[in-house]
């Protein structure tokens, strides 16, 4: 069966760490994309980042570049979001999908995926 399953989300200060996990089932990761989003509270569903199904190609959207990185286990069939310097704005539901390209902007988008996991929960407050 097709699915994705995030896990790791928490509540965080701001200027700290955290690490989501993707968990994937029912395909391999080696031919296909997998993307990660977030959706703020009010807001819609904005890309982030995405990983390549080779694994040679990384993009993020250029207000998470140099703090959020996209990492893959093939092994564990996961998709790792290690992210730094996390800010209040980025407090949102995160969530990843699987895919068939990875954009880098001004063409990142949530167009392109048709797996979706349900999401995991990231507070960054003091």
């Known amino acids: 069966q097709l699915h994705l399953a995030e896990s790791g989300g928490d509540w965080v200060q701001p200027g700290g760490s955290l690490t989501l996990s993707c968990a994937t089932s029912g395909f391999t990761l080696d031919y296909y994309d997998i993307g990660w989003f977030r959706q703020a509270p009010g807001k819609g569903r904005e890309a982030i980042g995405c990983i390549s199904h080779t694994g040679g190609t990384t993009n993020y959207r250029s207000s998470v570049k140099g703090r959020f990185t996209i990492s893959r286990d093939l092994a564990k069939n996961t998709v790792y979001l290690h992210m730094n310097s996390l800010k209040p704005e980025d407090t949102a539901v995160y969530s990843c999908?699987?895919?068939?390209?990875?954009?880098?902007?001004?063409?990142?988008?949530?167009?392109?995926?048709?797996?979706w996991g349900q999401g995991t929960q990231v507070t960054v407050s003091s």
């Open positions: 999908a699987r895919g068939y390209v990875c954009y880098a902007e001004p063409l990142m988008s949530d167009g392109g995926y048709d797996i």
